[in-house]
């Protein structure tokens, strides 16, 4: 499968920013030092979760870099409690989708049935869009807006940091608008990997529905 190709079923394998980046950097010394060092990192993780970690700990590490080389750091815009980009259409890599689903069965709650109903868009982005604002809004968000899984949050959430006006992060019309973010390179092109190597990828309702479904039928085989 080549680099961020797209099939019926998954059709936001890659997501866009990695996916821009990539085409800007593919043919670069920078992104085969990237590429080298992320395969290294993730060759023997054999369990999907760890695979994950590995994911996760290297785009954090890119995206810190960049953080804290920042003149005006105060320019970020993103703040706990902030959770409009938490009602957009994330992508996730199958790895995370395992990884999320083991922190629910490790005591994270989450409604189920919203669960469910955000999954029915699968990797549609129109059909993700056309459904009523609040029922967006990420399962793992809590009652005060803060991410239950923050440490585990996928790569996708790590990478868009805002530096626009918060209002162009809101989607409550049911569109995207144009928004500046901070440039992230590397974490980008490690994301363009890791979308490559990863088993299958798509929208994270649609994937976590899946890897908490496959769990299920996993326990109930052994039983």
């Not at 030092?33 to 785009?59: G, M, S």
């Not at 005006?72 to 890599?93: D, F, M």
């Not at 999954?119 to 239950?148: I, P, S």
């Not at 590397?186 to 190597?197: F, H, Q, R, S, T």
């Amino acid at each position: 499968m080549g680099l961020f190709t797209q099939t019926d079923e998954v059709s936001i394998r890659g997501p866009i920013i990695a996916r821009e980046t990539f085409n800007k950097f593919k043919d670069s010394q920078l992104f085969k030092e990237v590429a080298k060092k992320f395969l290294k990192n993730v060759k023997n993780a054999t369990r999907a979760q760890k695979w994950a970690k590995i994911f996760h700990k290297e785009v954090q590490s890119h995206v810190n870099e960049v953080v804290e080389s920042l003149d005006h750091p105060e320019l970020i815009q993103c703040r706990k409690g902030c959770s409009a980009c938490c009602y957009t259409q994330v992508s996730v890599t199958e790895e995370e989708a395992e990884l999320l689903a083991q922190r629910v069965e490790s005591g994270v709650n989450i409604d189920r049935t919203k669960l469910y109903s955000q999954a029915q868009a699968k990797n549609n982005a129109e059909k993700w869009y056309q459904m009523d604002h609040k029922k967006r809004g990420c399962v793992f968000l809590d009652e005060n807006e803060n991410c239950r899984v923050y440490e585990d949050r996928p790569a996708v959430c790590r990478t868009n940091i805002a530096l626009s006006d918060p209002k162009f992060c809101d989607t409550s019309d049911g569109y995207e608008k144009p928004q500046r973010l901070l440039l992230t390179v590397k974490a980008d092109l490690v994301v363009a990997v890791a979308y490559e190597e990863a088993r299958s990828a798509g929208a994270l309702p649609n994937m976590l529905d899946k890897a908490l479904k496959k769990r299920l039928s996993i326990l109930d085989r052994r039983l």
